[in-house]
C-alpha cells in the first residue's frame, strides 16, 4: 500500500482579481513557477475572481479531485481590500460546502506579509542605488 505523502496532499491557490489583459496574471504564473520548482512543492493553481478562468470554485475543486486535502488560498494582492472583505469569504464558504473533505485555509493577502514588505521596500530602495 502507497502512502501520500503531505505535499501530495496539500496544496496552494494564488488568488488573484483577474484582467482582461491575459499577461496581467504573469507574476503570479512566476510565483506559481518558483512554487513548483521546489522539492517536496505542493500542487500549485491559479485562480482569479473575475475575467480569468479558473475560478475559485473552479481550481478547488480540480485540486480536490486531484487529490489535495488541505488547501491553502494565498490571495495575490497587495492589501485587504473589498474584494478579500466581502468576495472572497462568499466563495470560500461556498467551496468549503462543495467539498467538506478538504481543509481550506485564507492566508493574509500577500502585500500585508512582512517578508513581502520587506522586500518590497528593498525594491524601492535599490531604485534609487
Known amino acids: 500500500m502507497s502512502q501520500t505523502s ?7 491557490v494564488l488568488f488573484g482579481h ?28 491559479l485562480a482569479f475572481l473575475e475575467f480569468m478562468q479558473p ?15 488541505h488547501i491553502a488560498v494565498v490571495p495575490i494582492f ?12 462568499l466563495l470560500l464558504d ?4 462543495a467539498h467538506p473533505q478538504c481543509t481550506i485555509d485564507l492566508a493574509t493577502a500577500a502585500g500585508e506579509a512582512d ?6 521596500a528593498e525594491y524601492a530602495r535599490s531604485c534609487v542605488s
Not at 18 to 45: F, K, S, T, Y
Open 78 to 89: 497587495l492589501a485587504q481590500g473589498g474584494h478579500l472583505k466581502r468576495d472572497l469569504p
Open 6 to 12: 503531505p505535499t501530495e496532499s496539500s496544496a496552494v
Open 115 to 120: 517578508p513581502v514588505v520587506a522586500a518590497m
Open 18 to 45: 483577474g484582467a482582461r489583459d491575459p499577461e496581467w496574471a504573469g507574476p503570479m504564473r512566476r510565483i506559481r513557477e518558483r512554487l513548483l520548482a521546489q522539492p517536496d512543492a505542493p500542487q500549485v493553481e
Open 55 to 69: 475560478t475559485l470554485p473552479e481550481a478547488i475543486a480540480a485540486l480536490a479531485a486531484a487529490g489535495a486535502r
Open 94 to 97: 461556498e467551496v468549503r460546502q
